[in-house]
Each structure stands twice: as C-alpha cells, then as structure tokens.
C-alpha cells in the first residue's frame, strides 16, 4: 500500500486517538514523574486506543501500521509527554517479533491477551545453553522501558551448547537470540532513578537458568525466520528504533519552542521596555530555530517516505537504505537538542521553575540524547560506509 488515501486516513485516525488522550496525559505528567511509572489509567486509555499494538501484525490484533504514520504518532505523543511516547516507540517495535514467532507461540503472547506487552533490554555477557526443548538462560538485563506494565520480557543471550563451547554460524561469528518469557517468572529491579525519562521505568531483570521453550525463541530481523511475510517486518528494529526515538526528541523540541514562543507574547525581561517578541536577536533565534527543526524534522520524514516506499516495492531493505536511515535519525537527534537548548535558554529564569513547560523537557530531551540512539558515534559508522569503508560498528545501524 503506497502512501495514497488509505494510509492518509490511517495516519488522521491514530493521530485522533493521541489527540483524544491529550488531555489525560497531559494530567498525568506530574504522576508520572512523581511515580516513575505510567498510571493506572493512562495505560487503560492506552490499551483501549491500541497504541502499543501499532506494529503488530493483523492477524493478532494488531495495527500493522506504515512506518511514516507510527514515527508522527510516537512525535505527537512526545510533544505532550516524552516518558510516554519512549515506551509505546519501544513496546510497539518489540512488538513486530510477532512476525518471526512460530504462530501458536505469538498467539500465546499476543493473541489471548489484548494488553500484552513485551519489554527488553540489553544484557552484556548473557548466555542460553542449549538443553532439550529450548534453552536455560542466565543473565542481567538493564534499560528495559515499560517493563513495569509488560507482561512478557525478553532476553538476547549467546547460545552454547550443553559442553560450554559457543555456537557459531557458518561464517564463525558467535550466535544468539532473543528468547521471550512471562514476566512473572522473574522479579523487576529498581535502578531507574534519572533526571529525564523518569516515568519508562527502565529497570532491570536477572535470569538464573531460566527454562525457555524454543517455541518462544527467535533471530530477530532475520528474514530466513519470518513467519509472516509483510513489508513491514523487512524492516529492522533498529532502523525502527532510530527514527522513532528521533521523533520523540523532535516531538520535545518542538513543544520548547513553541512554549517559548507563547513566553514571548508575554515576558518582559528585567531592565527591557518592550517585550520578547520585539527584540530582534529573539527574531532571529526563533527563526533560525523553526528552520532548524523543520528540515531536521523533513529529513526524517523524507527518508523513511523513500525507504518504505522501496521496500514495499522489493520486500528488500539494503544497507545504504539503513545507513540513510541511521543518519537521518542521528542528525535530528542533535539538531533537537540544539533548538531546545536554544529554547531553554532564551526563556531565562522562566525556565527553571517546575510549574512551566521548560524544565521537564529540558531533562527529557538531554536523557534522550544520551541513550544509544543519541550517540554522535553514528556519524563516524555511517561516514565509513559513504567513504567504501569498512564500518567500525554497524551493530546498531
């Protein structure tokens, strides 16, 4: 399906459902940071609007939605509430593992259930041996956003066999996978006490010899694997991931400039005469600012419209199409940052107090920076590959 009149109606129909819940989450923002936590009935409002099911294949319930509707979904919550938007862009892209499960397996997970969630996070050094009828994993696992009101979580564990050697492919490489399991079955660490994104409570899980059937085990974004054969899941997570939290960093960029814009209509600065707005420095920050967010923001957009728009033609996704991506993404990572310092700033001491819009934005947004997807690494691994070189660490590309 091209990006005619269908996907147009589905775009306006879920961003109806972000702009029906705006007024809860905008009530819930204190809670949530208060409580590191989504609550109760945000995420019943959530669930009844099918929000972290948008990447989930038809046929279980789920929205199977094109990537250019759900990354302004994931930016539209973001501009009212960033902890929000993290865990529906995470939950949702977990999700699409649906696609590559045996379908009794993603049945029992998602099909039973119309509030299943899956969570993970990353876990150095874990490892699954090999045993009769699937694996007994072993591991601590971190950053696992909305693993608080998931019901399943996931693990990404090197396989060995029952002698203690790896299992390799045939290239020699080590092998792994994701193996996918109740939630109740292990107990959740609180390590998630931030300045930003406090509320995707990103705790932590250990494993000790957790049995795992291989039913509910997976080579995630390997195709040989899919079980579902939609466009959709050609994509990788990662790729996913990039432009996802990318628009959540645009999403808190543009809801600091527009409350700056709003403080100019208003605020005199101590030892002015006239106000923000008629100041010609502020004139041309803001300027600069808008433009600055609105090509970082088009770059995006304009990207993914033309990688979907090939993949749903080839079933196919290149490399330089994920490098197009990474490097979309990484840009507006930095240039979000930028426009929202500028915002932050340029609202003086207004800023600072926990009753405006700045300050909390101003945290979320540096937190989202620092994660994985915010790392200026990306540019030296994406330079690489438009150099015909080798890339030093294309694992997150």
């Known amino acids: 399906m091209r990006d005619g009149a269908a996907q147009a109606a589905q775009r306006s129909d879920y961003l109806a459902r972000v702009a029906a819940l705006a007024p809860l989450l905008a009530r819930s923002a204190p809670a949530i940071e208060r409580d ?9 409002a959530l669930h009844d609007a099918q929000l972290f099911r948008m990447l989930l294949p038809k046929p279980l319930g789920g929205g199977e939605i094109d990537p250019l509707t759900f ?161 959709l899941y050609t994509m990788p997570t990662n790729s996913f991931y990039a432009c996802g939290f990318a628009c959540v960093a645009l999403g808190l960029a543009r809801s600091l400039l527009d409350s700056f814009v709003a403080l100019t209509q208003e605020k005199t600065p101590r030892g002015y005469k006239s106000k923000l ?52 993404a990484s840009h507006a990572n930095h240039e979000a940052v930028a426009v929202g310092d500028i915002a932050y700033h340029a609202a003086g001491a207004t800023a600072i107090f926990t009753s405006n819009a700045f300050e909390r934005r101003f945290r979320d947004l540096h937190t989202v920076a620092q994660q994985l997807q915010g790392r200026r690494q990306h540019f030296e691994t994406v330079g690489r590959f438009l150099l015909g070189l080798e890339p030093d660490s294309a694992a997150f590309i």
């Open 36 to 44: 590191r936590r989504l609550p109760a009935a945000l995420l019943d």
């Open 71 to 231: 990354v302004q979904v994931i930016e539209a919550v973001a501009k009212i509430d960033a902890s929000t938007a993290w865990c529906l862009c995470q939950n949702s892209v977990c999700a699409m593992v649906a696609a590559f499960l045996p379908e009794e397996a993603a049945r029992e997970i998602y099909g039973r259930d119309p509030r299943a969630v899956l969570a993970w996070g990353p876990g150095p050094g874990a490892r699954a041996v090999v045993v009769p009828g699937g694996y007994r994993a072993s591991g601590t696992f971190a950053f696992a956003s909305g693993g608080r009101h998931a019901n399943w979580l996931g693990a990404y564990c090197a396989i060995v066999e029952p002698d203690g050697t790896p299992r390799l492919a045939a290239n020699g490489t080590p092998l792994g996978r994701t193996l996918i399991f109740p939630a109740s079955q292990v107990g959740m660490t609180d390590i998630w006490d931030v300045i930003g994104l406090r509320g995707t409570a990103s705790d932590g899980y250990t494993l000790n010899d957790l049995f795992v059937p291989e039913a509910f085990t997976v080579q995630r974004d390997d195709l040989a694997e899919r079980r579902y054969p939609k466009p």
């Open 277 to 328: 707005r008629e100041n010609a420095a502020t004139q041309t920050e803001v300027a600069e600012a808008e433009a600055r967010l609105r090509s970082a923001r088009m770059y995006v957009l304009g990207t993914l419209a033309e990688v979907w728009a090939e993949v749903e033609r080839t079933d196919r996704m290149s490399m330089e199409q994920r490098m197009a991506i990474r490097l979309a």
